[in-house]
């Protein structure tokens, strides 16, 4: 459920936080109060294009935040978040956030981290569904028609097992489609890949001889300046007539002629042992280097060459050595494969087959039990119809089930080709008055005709529906009298099995609602300001009664009954 919209900087709005409640949310207030704007700000945040208009007057930059408790929702939030690299909900806590500037600047955060707008849309999809009277929602399209079918009639099992097989039988046509080329092309593939498999495995890899052919290689090609370096060390250190080791030991000389005049004088005799001892580990340690460094031009040329080739796979097959290894294993797969292509589709073609009988099989099973479902699903909505007043109307679904698996001409197979949900395609069809041909609900023109049918729809699916909150933006347009009564009651409905947001002009529409907000317009410091607050059971009255005309007794007492 959505707990709190912080909402500023927009339009008329310079700071506002709305706490909502569980249940049925009420929003209401004169005309141009700025109730659009709580819908304007939840489309914001939930990834819908901004508008730098929007921006409050004398602003640079607007924002609004809204925090969910997402403990039910069903979607997977949490590997979404994880694949998208973004911080878990805290204590089941999900912030979004969206900010832009008058510049253009967009910004989006999700727990914190900043995302993209797309990542931002995909979430807000799980979260809230708009409905007001210039929305597509997302109960006009036929997929979601059909998902909601399947949900009134408990198919998604069925559904699910379809679709995994059609997923097996997408992987099988991807193999199959990379052996069927033309000769031509299955010719160049086999030499390209041949040439590939040789030029890899002729090298021999290793993946870690780089590293330690660079070290020989730079030992190597400065082989005679090491080797110059070197003697020239050995000779200051030994091989001098002054070197170090000659003067050490006149130095050790005088030293024992110090200790016989003063035997307090050993410790010096002592340090200077340990001195010469290390001149002469250093003495050993450089000749065995120096033995060690060989100039061989051959050698280099050997070492320049695989080097080469080296960067020439890299260049080629991958960044590193361990890539170019993988390359050659990948390309000595396919090779094989293409070299037993006929076998291989001989494979493919009779798994194809046991598959496509299967996939008829299981979608004509679901098919069927969607054609139960369908009335059943219709006299529900119907009856939901009723309520709101379309006494005469008529609620259908239409099924068209694609002709796939039985037709013998390949381009009409694959012009039916299945779909993960199935061989079938269903349209909700809606006739408001008696007389009139039924017509698909997307092509219903009445703003006033839309809302209610979509109110029926929602109140007979609350229980499947997995989206947790509903918006209902002035889904009471055009109603009145009984049915304006009717549509109340059927929010109060939805609101037991999701969280309902409801922006309204009608009192009895916003009287059974567990919570009622009113929006104001204020002047404060010369600047117009819209505030919204939460109305205790006297307010409630009296906004009831500036609804139903005024703050007669005649209006408060009519407030008060419809209270009660």
């Keep these: 459920m959505l707990t709190t919209l912080r909402i500023k900087n927009l339009a008329l709005v310079s700071d506002l936080t709305l706490e909502l409640q569980p249940g049925c949310n009420v929003v209401t207030g004169e005309t141009g109060a700025g109730k659009s704007i709580i819908i304007g700000a939840l489309n914001l945040v939930l990834g819908q294009r901004a508008d730098r208009t929007l921006?409050?007057?004398?602003?640079?930059?607007?924002?609004?935040?809204?925090?969910?408790?997402?403990?039910?929702?069903?979607?997977?939030?949490?590997?979404?978040?994880?694949?998208?690299?973004?911080?878990?909900c805290d204590d089941n806590q999900l912030v979004l956030k969206r900010t832009f500037t008058s510049?253009?600047?967009?910004?989006?955060?999700?727990?914190?981290?900043?995302?993209?707008?797309?990542?931002?849309?995909?979430?807000?999809?799980?979260?809230?569904?708009?409905?007001?009277?210039?929305?597509?929602?997302?109960?006009?399209?036929?997929?979601?028609?059909?998902?909601?079918?399947?949900?009134?009639?408990?198919?998604?099992?069925?559904?699910?097992?379809?679709?995994?097989?059609?997923?097996?039988?997408?992987?099988?046509?991807?193999?199959?489609?990379?052996?069927?080329?033309?000769?031509k092309t299955y010719?160049?593939?086999?030499?390209?890949?041949?040439?590939?498999?040789?030029?890899?495995?002729?090298?021999?890899?290793?993946?870690?001889?780089?590293?330690?052919?660079?070290?020989?290689?730079?030992?190597?090609?400065?082989?005679?300046?090491?080797?110059?370096?070197?003697?020239?060390?050995?000779?200051?250190?030994?091989?001098?007539?002054?070197?170090?080791?000659?003067?050490?030991g006149a130095v050790g000389?005088?030293?024992?002629?110090?200790?016989?005049?003063?035997?307090?004088?050993?410790?010096?005799?002592?340090?200077?042992?340990?001195?010469?001892?290390?001149?002469?580990?250093?003495?050993?340690?450089?000749?065995?280097?120096?033995?060690?460094?060989?100039?061989?031009?051959?050698?280099?040329?050997?070492?320049?060459?695989?080097?080469?080739?080296?960067?020439s796979l890299k260049r080629k097959y991958g960044v590193t050595l361990a890539e170019v290894i993988a390359f050659g294993a990948e390309a000595k797969e396919k090779l094989q494969s293409l070299e037993s292509r006929d076998?291989?589709?001989?494979?493919?073609?009779?798994?194809?087959?046991?598959?496509?009988?299967?996939?008829?099989?299981?979608?004509?099973?679901l098919s069927a039990e969607r054609k139960k479902v369908i009335p059943q699903l219709a006299k529900a909505v119907a009856k939901q119809l009723a309520d709101l007043g379309f006494k005469q109307s008529r609620f259908d679904v239409e099924l068209t089930s694609a002709g796939w698996g039985e037709a013998t001409d390949e381009l009409a197979r694959e012009d039916a080709r299945p779909t993960r949900s199935g061989l079938d395609?269903?349209?909700?069809?809606?006739a408001p008055n008696p007389g009139e041909p039924a017509k698909p609900l997307r092509a219903i023109a009445s703003s006033g005709e839309m809302a209610r049918v979509m109110l029926a729809l929602k109140t007979v699916l609350a229980a499947e529906d997995e989206i947790p909150v509903l918006v209902f933006d002035e889904v009471d347009a055009n109603v009145g009298g009984e049915t304006a009564n009717a549509v109340g009651e059927k929010m109060k409905q939805i609101a037991a099995k999701r969280q309902v947001l409801c922006i309204t002009h009608l009192p009895q529409v916003a009287a059974p609602a567990d919570a009622h907000y009113v929006v104001t317009k204020q002047v404060k410091?010369?600047?117009?300001?819209?505030?919204?607050?939460?109305?205790?059971?006297?307010?409630?009255?009296?906004?009831?009664?500036?609804m139903l005309g005024g703050q007669s007794d005649a209006a408060r007492k009519h407030a008060e009954a419809l209270l009660r």
């Design 425 to 430: 395609t269903i349209e909700f069809q809606f």
């Design 253 to 311: 000389r005088t030293l024992q002629e110090l200790q016989r005049v003063d035997a307090g004088a050993a410790a010096l005799t002592e340090l200077h042992e340990q001195g010469v001892s290390v001149l002469r580990d250093l003495q050993a340690e450089l000749s065995r280097y120096a033995d060690k460094v060989d100039v061989d031009p051959a050698r280099l040329a050997e070492m320049d060459e695989r080097l080469n080739l080296i960067h």
């Design 187 to 248: 010719a160049q593939q086999l030499d390209l890949l041949r040439f590939q498999v040789k030029e890899i495995e002729g090298a021999r890899l290793k993946a870690d001889e780089e590293e330690q052919l660079l070290l020989e290689h730079n030992r190597a090609s400065n082989a005679a300046k090491l080797l110059q370096l070197s003697q020239a060390a050995l000779d200051v250190l030994s091989e001098s007539e002054g070197s170090l080791l000659t003067q050490a």
């Design 343 to 365: 076998a291989e589709l001989a494979r493919i073609n009779g798994a194809l087959a046991k598959l496509d009988a299967e996939l008829l099989k299981v979608g004509k099973k």
């Design 55 to 88: 921006i409050r007057s004398g602003s640079d930059s607007c924002s609004v935040e809204a925090v969910f408790d997402v403990k039910k929702l069903r979607a997977p939030l949490k590997s979404f978040l994880d694949e998208n690299g973004l911080e878990p």
């Design 525 to 546: 410091d010369g600047r117009t300001i819209s505030e919204i607050e939460l109305l205790d059971k006297k307010s409630r009255v009296t906004e009831l009664a500036r």
């Design 103 to 183: 510049a253009g600047t967009n910004r989006q955060f999700v727990n914190g981290s900043a995302t993209t707008l797309n990542v931002l849309a995909s979430i807000g999809e799980w979260l809230v569904d708009m409905h007001g009277p210039h929305d597509h929602q997302s109960l006009l399209h036929p997929a979601k028609q059909l998902a909601i079918l399947d949900a009134f009639g408990g198919l998604e099992k069925e559904r699910e097992a379809f679709g995994e097989l059609v997923l097996r039988r997408s992987e099988l046509e991807r193999e199959k489609s990379v052996l069927v080329v033309d000769e």
